[in-house]
């Protein structure tokens, strides 16, 4: 079974940056497409970024494309979602989930296999 720990969130101005980290443990990371997802208060949670297994393909939200990088090490087991310009529509609780497969995919919270607490980023002057 994957344990998913997030951190890295927190207060921060618009414009600026934070880098959250996803640390898995339990499982082999290299076996999961790892995505993050984010839901703010009074939304529905929605996917912002996926990596597949060894890192070759990635997945942005439109509204994050340009702004947002992920990148993953698996020999640290962690996951990197690096996220710059951010506004305040950015705020919400990011969570990261895996998705057992070893190719590709699916960036889509109903076949995440694992979920993370998450973790708050509040963009705000």
């Known amino acids: 079974q994957l344990q998913l720990v997030e951190s890295g969130g927190g207060l921060v101005q618009p414009g600026g940056s934070l880098t959250l980290s996803c640390i898995a443990s339990g499982s082999t990371m290299a076996n999961y497409a790892i995505g993050w997802f984010r839901q703010a208060p009074g939304r529905e949670r929605e996917e912002v970024s996926c990596?597949?297994?060894?890192?070759?393909?990635?997945h942005y939200r439109r509204s994050v494309l340009d702004r947002f990088t992920i990148s993953r090490d698996n020999a640290k087991n962690t996951v990197y979602l690096q996220m710059n310009n951010l506004k305040p529509e950015d705020t919400g609780v990011y969570y990261c989930?895996?998705?057992?497969?070893?190719?590709?995919?699916?960036?889509?919270?109903?076949?995440?296999?694992?979920w993370g607490k998450g973790t708050l980023v509040t963009v705000s002057s």
């Open positions: 990596i597949s297994g060894k890192g070759g393909n990635t």
């Open positions: 989930a895996g998705e057992l497969r070893t190719q590709g995919y699916t960036c889509s919270e109903d076949v995440m296999d694992y």
